[in-house]
């Protein structure tokens, strides 16, 4: 079964630091997708990256970064100089196309969330 | 602008009582999708839907039910088999059904119990 865990339920940070946010993901397909969102206080989550299981490199855009790394089942998100405008849930999920249904939908699991506060 | 409308924001729910969460979309995605969030979990799928008048279970089904008669229109309704409503609903699109697309969500509705 896949399985997503976000180990860190809360960060807080000051204004400036890095931060890391982790995601260890477990799955027996060796095609699969790994997504993060931002879910802001508004509520609505927001997409970020999308990396497919055959593309390790890992990718900056701006202050973030994300590391994906197969060996550990890792894909991990960096925060580089945080803002306060970062204060929000971030969620890393796993998507796995349905090998027994036949679906074109797939199975998306989502890990429980990482709350990050950043003070000023 | 394009995007995802979910009304109402908050929502009450009395005993016994069915309630249905609106969720529109103007984005001209095939497929939408339901999830229920409750605190300290990640999303959990209701329901989706892949093609207008078709409609598939996620993980959670039993206890919702939902339509999809327009394109543009995936409502949610909570029945009184649900026990446990209590949570924030977030209404999601994709532009097709595939399992590596992103999502685009609406901002939710918080569904609490009178």
């Known amino acids: 079964a896949q399985k997503v865990t976000q180990a860190q339920t809360e960060i807080s940070v000051v204004e400036k630091e890095d931060v890391t946010l982790d995601c260890v993901y477990e799955?027996?397909?060796?095609?699969?997708?790994l997504f993060w969102y931002k879910q802001p206080p508004s509520g609505e989550l927001v997409f970020l990256i999308r990396?497919?299981?055959?593309?390790?490199q890992n990718e900056i855009s701006g202050r973030y970064s994300w590391n994906f790394q197969k060996s550990t089942s890792s894909f991990n998100f960096t925060i580089t100089a945080s803002q306060v405008v970062d204060s929000a849930v971030y969620f890393c999920a796993l998507s796995e196309p349905d090998n027994a249904g036949g679906t074109s939908y797939g199975k998306l699991t989502f890990g429980q969330g990482t709350i990050l506060t950043v003070h000023p | 602008d394009g995007g995802i409308t979910q009304s109402p924001k908050y929502l009450f729910r009395k005993e016994g009582q069915n309630v249905t969460l609106s969720c529109e979309q103007n984005?001209?995605?095939?497929?939408m999708y339901w999830y229920r969030q409750d605190p300290g979990q990640g999303l959990r799928l209701i329901y989706y839907?892949?093609?207008?008048?078709?409609?598939q279970k996620g993980d959670i089904a039993e206890g919702y039910s939902v339509s999809r008669e327009k394109k543009e229109s995936f409502p949610l309704t909570v029945t009184s088999a649900q026990k446990n409503p209590t949570a924030f609903y977030l209404c999601?699109?994709?532009?097709?059904?595939?399992?590596?697309?992103?999502?685009?969500f609406g901002s939710g509705t918080q569904l609490s119990v009178l």
């Open positions: 990396r497919n299981s055959f593309d390790e």
């Open positions: 839907s892949q093609i207008v008048n078709d409609f």
């Open positions: 999601a699109s994709s532009l097709t059904p595939g399992w590596s697309e992103k999502l685009f």
């Open positions: 984005l001209n995605h095939d497929a």
């Open positions: 799955t027996r397909d060796t095609t699969y997708y």
